[in-house]
């Protein structure tokens, strides 16, 4: 199959600016089930899931509208943004692609910040509110990610879950860069308001904590691994909005991604271990959904090419 096969065009000079990227993608995560790239890029985000345009207004600011990426969390969306193949149990709680308005300012030497006005999980009802703050300094740089719905949305489709947009959410990142090495660490946390008005009788919280770590040697050779942990709230067979793989449930993976890449053309293999702990029959893996352990192995094969063209 396909995981990305896009081609981008962008004009990134200039006071207006602009960037588009087209073609057909997966989003293959851990713990759901795989869709090949014709039924995701039909689904969710169409053959043009990122575009918008950028108005440089000074040295410090930028305005953006559009098809945007996400504020939220330390992984991307597509496979190629990421260590690893498939994306964690975290990102499964995230937004990925939103309609909206974005300022992005900096702020001095070590801080810059970004603001959206947006539709959330591409729900097309514009009452999210998202934000960020980066300090970076030397090879240390902490990020705060925020975002909500400021009203409620009472419909669902597989790109707008119903639970999670209706959520808030809050991220803090860590990252340490150093020679061939890449080091982070982030905790997340959701919460799921009560709303019977919109089907959910009983709302819930997340809390997730990951690790990614990557070494890259002069050879071309890399890698990249990532331990994840989330866990929400209520008691198995109680009627609290299931978030993960029911009440009370919570998970544990593990991923490493050996990577070779030479120029454009790179080969990398993902292989994870999840497990699942006090799910709920039917929410889990297996023809029954009663297997709480999944152990995957992903290959993906590329290159990565482009051309400048410059009018003067």
């Not at 190629?80 to 692609?97: H, K, M, S, T, V």
């Not at 719905?149 to 119903?162: E, I, Q, R, W, Y």
Request: some cysteine; hydrophobic content about 35%; aromatic content about 16%.
């Amino acid at each position: 199959n396909i995981s990305n096969g896009f081609i981008f065009v962008q004009k990134p000079t200039g006071t207006l600016q602009y960037f588009v990227q087209a073609g057909a993608y997966e989003l293959p995560a851990l713990g759901v089930p795989y869709a090949s790239a014709s039924a995701t890029t039909n689904s969710f985000y169409g053959a043009v899931p990122v575009y918008f345009l950028k108005l440089q207004a000074g040295k410090t600011t930028q305005f953006e509208a559009g098809n945007l990426p996400t504020l939220m969390g330390a992984e991307s969306t597509f496979t190629y943004q990421n260590f690893n193949i498939e994306r964690g149990l975290l990102w499964n709680q995230e937004n990925a692609i939103n309609r909206g308005f974005q300022v992005n300012q900096t702020l001095g030497k070590y801080f810059s910040a970004a603001f959206s006005w947006n539709d959330g999980y591409y729900s097309t009802r514009f009452n999210w509110l998202s934000g960020s703050m980066t300090f970076t300094k030397g090879p240390h740089s902490l990020v705060y990610d925020g975002m909500g719905n400021a009203g409620k949305t009472g419909f669902s489709t597989a790109a707008t879950p119903l639970l999670q947009n209706n959520s808030s959410m809050h991220t803090v990142i860590y990252t340490y860069t150093k020679g061939p090495w890449i080091a982070s660490a982030t905790y997340q946390y959701s919460n799921v308001p009560t709303n019977a008005k919109i089907f959910i009788p009983k709302g819930a919280t997340t809390n997730g904590f990951g690790a990614y770590v990557s070494y890259a040697a002069k050879c071309g050779f890399s890698l990249p691994g990532r331990f994840e942990y989330i866990t929400q709230t209520g008691t198995l067979g109680g009627s609290d909005a299931s978030l993960i793989y029911g009440p009370g449930s919570s998970a544990v993976s593990f991923t490493a991604t050996p990577t070779y890449q030479k120029g454009g053309f790179f080969f990398r293999a993902d292989f994870s271990e999840l497990h699942a702990m006090n799910f709920t029959n039917g929410a889990v893996f297996g023809p029954l959904g009663k297997n709480g352990d999944q152990f995957r192995a992903v290959g993906e094969l590329g290159f990565i090419f482009g051309d400048n063209i410059v009018k003067k």
